[in-house]
């Protein structure tokens, strides 16, 4: 007799039969355990048959008796074979005996698919005045969907589409940026008319306008400029870069960066100067495009480029580190020493590019500016591994052992710099400003052993000609200085 419990039984019990399953429901791809005793021992074996809701046969298995007559069976509910949801039973045979076990399925778990996140995106931009004249400070403000990088990116661009100016104000926990600027005629603002506002955050882009007069309006001549415009997920289209009706004398291949005013504003024509500069700069390396830029969008390309003719007074490094200048955004944002954003952008590059020595040279330069020397050590050692005689590598490579204090090692690599390619230039001066450095602390290491020694009467003091007890100077201090220089640096003695 089987005696049903509940609506699905999981028990069933007769007069030569206990059995049960450890549940009344499963889902496809569970494990399903059926225990059981009987009674009347007369095999050792009973055969358990399973079949679906439509009577089909899905497995027959003989199972081995215990000791005590128990017997035990897991069965894996396997898709395909447990896909269909409904009553399945379980059928047992012992000798001319028969039984059944209802169990049910409910077919696999749904799971509901986790949300993707969605990217962070420039949402709004506006303006605190919809027209402005010289000496007038211009406030932009918007909103982003959430933090990404933790600056955005604002092009001004005149009536032409010609930039007037980049500005990269800082994203708040509020999800606000905000930049001002003064608005000068003849300077940032070459034109009068309609002015677009382009800020770009990660993928995203947001326009508005506003108008700029020479003069302030006035109620004879009133002035109607446009509304600003906000256009939400614009289609991405390159921005071609019309010609400029004062156009810029072409900039030199490899200059020494020149000051530009903060903030930023029209690239203007770049002079040489004869000393060594500390801005980063590339000398006597190949210019090739920047491996990344297949991973950028045409506006990042463009804004790359525009970016790539500025130059700021803003890289305050000792030493001067070989960057690879291409039209990416990664070498672009490091001419605004905006390093931890560039950063992020020589990341993305490597994810698809690993091997690439140019790539991991300016992310090692880009650490070093933020002062970690250590990570960026590792990135030149990972470029040299690639390219022993990769240039920009060793000169970067000694820049960071030298801020480190290691100028030996230092000194060392740039010697061996000069030796491959006796015309470059900053491996030069930073020899200079690392030898300079070297002397000085020579210096002080001997006036220090020389104060020492005048100071522990368990040494004995260097004799002076004269007989009387003034206090002896040390002997030969200029070549004491030499000697201990040369024990360090051999080279320079």
């Known amino acids: 007799m089987l005696c049903l419990f509940g609506i699905i039984p999981a028990f069933a019990e007769s007069d030569w039969l206990l059995v049960q399953t450890d549940k009344t429901q499963y889902h496809t791809g569970e494990d399903m355990e059926i225990t059981g005793f009987v009674l009347d021992r007369t095999m050792p074996q009973i055969a358990v048959q399973i079949y679906d809701p439509d009577g089909e046969i899905l ?7 215990e000791l005590d007559d128990t017997f035990s069976k897991i069965i894996a509910l396997d898709s395909p074979f447990y896909d269909k949801s409904g009553l399945y039973v379980i059928e047992f045979d012992y000798g001319p005996e028969t039984d059944e076990l209802f169990f049910e399925v409910s077919g696999a778990p749904t799971e509901e698919p986790e949300p993707i996140p969605l990217a962070p995106e420039v ?29 955005i990116l604002v092009g001004i661009f005149d009536p032409n589409d010609f930039p007037a100016g980049f500005y990269t104000p800082p994203v708040n926990s509020d999800l606000e940026f905000s930049v001002s600027f ?44 446009p509304p600003p415009q906000i256009v939400l997920n614009p289609t991405p289209t390159p921005m071609p870069i019309p010609s400029n009706p004062n156009p810029t004398p072409p900039i030199p291949t490899n200059p020494t960066p020149a000051s530009a005013p903060t903030p930023i504003q029209t690239p203007k024509p770049i002079t040489p100067k004869v000393e060594a500069s500390p801005k980063p700069i590339v000398q006597n390396t190949p210019q090739t495009p920047e491996p990344d830029n297949s991973e950028l969008s045409p506006e990042e390309k463009e804004i790359g480029q525009i970016l790539n003719q500025i130059n700021r007074e803003c890289d305050n490094s000792h030493y001067t580190d070989s960057i690879i200048y291409g039209e990416g955004m990664g070498p672009a944002l490091m001419r605004l020493c905006n390093y931890e954003q560039a950063v992020s952008y020589f990341d993305k590059s490597l994810i698809k590019n690993p091997n690439s020595p140019e ?13 970690q020397f250590d990570l960026a050590l590792e990135h030149y050692n990972l470029a040299l591994k690639i390219d022993p005689k990769f240039i920009p590598a060793l000169n970067n490579k000694a820049n960071a052992l030298a801020e480190t204090g290691d100028l030996e090692q230092a000194i060392a690599l740039y010697h061996k710099i000069l030796d491959e390619d006796s015309s470059y230039a900053i491996a030069s001066g930073n020899l200079q400003k690392a030898n300079e450095e070297a002397i000085q602390y020579a210096k002080m290491q001997v006036k220090q052993e020389s104060v020492s020694i005048n100071l522990d009467d368990s040494i004995p003091k260097i004799e002076s000609p004269r007989v009387n007890h003034e206090t002896p100077k040390p002997k030969n201090v200029v070549e004491q200085i030499g000697s201990f220089f040369a024990g360090i640096f051999g080279f320079l003695k």
């Open 59 to 65: 497995g027959a298995h003989g199972v081995e008796l």
């Open 123 to 151: 949402l709004l931009i506006t303006t605190d005045k919809t027209t402005y004249s010289d000496n007038e400070f211009i406030t932009i403000s918007g909103l982003v969907s959430d933090v990404g990088d933790p600056t």
């Open 182 to 225: 003064l608005a000068k005629s003849g300077v940032n603002f070459k034109k009068t008319g309609t002015y677009t506002i382009k800020a770009h955050y990660g993928q995203s882009k947001q326009t508005a306008t506003f108008s700029f007069a020479d003069e302030p309006q006035t109620n004879n001549t009133p002035v109607i400029p």
């Open 359 to 371: 790539i991991l040279t300016n992310k090692g330069s880009a650490l070093g500016k933020l002062g």
